[in-house]
């Protein structure tokens, strides 16, 4: 599990990005939230994640809020 804080969210299109302890960005998808919903998330809140592979890049799954 790794951890973040959220850096944009594009609500309209129902995605946003991560910034994770390195400074790198990853996407991720309304759908790869779990336990909250997508819509209760905020720009700078804490979260935990998984990574996985697609054909743009990494991207976060299982997105939680910490």
């Given at each position: 599990?790794?951890?973040?804080?959220?850096?944009?969210?594009?609500?309209?299109?129902?995605?946003?990005f991560i910034?994770?302890?390195d400074g790198r960005e990853l996407f991720f998808h309304r759908n790869a939230v779990t336990e909250v919903k997508f819509e209760e998330l905020t720009e700078e809140q804490s979260v935990t994640y998984d990574v996985e592979k697609s054909d743009k890049g990494p991207r976060a799954i299982n997105v939680r809020a910490a």
């Open positions: 599990m790794n951890t973040g804080k959220i850096k944009k969210l594009v609500r309209d299109r129902g995605f946003g910034s994770d302890t």
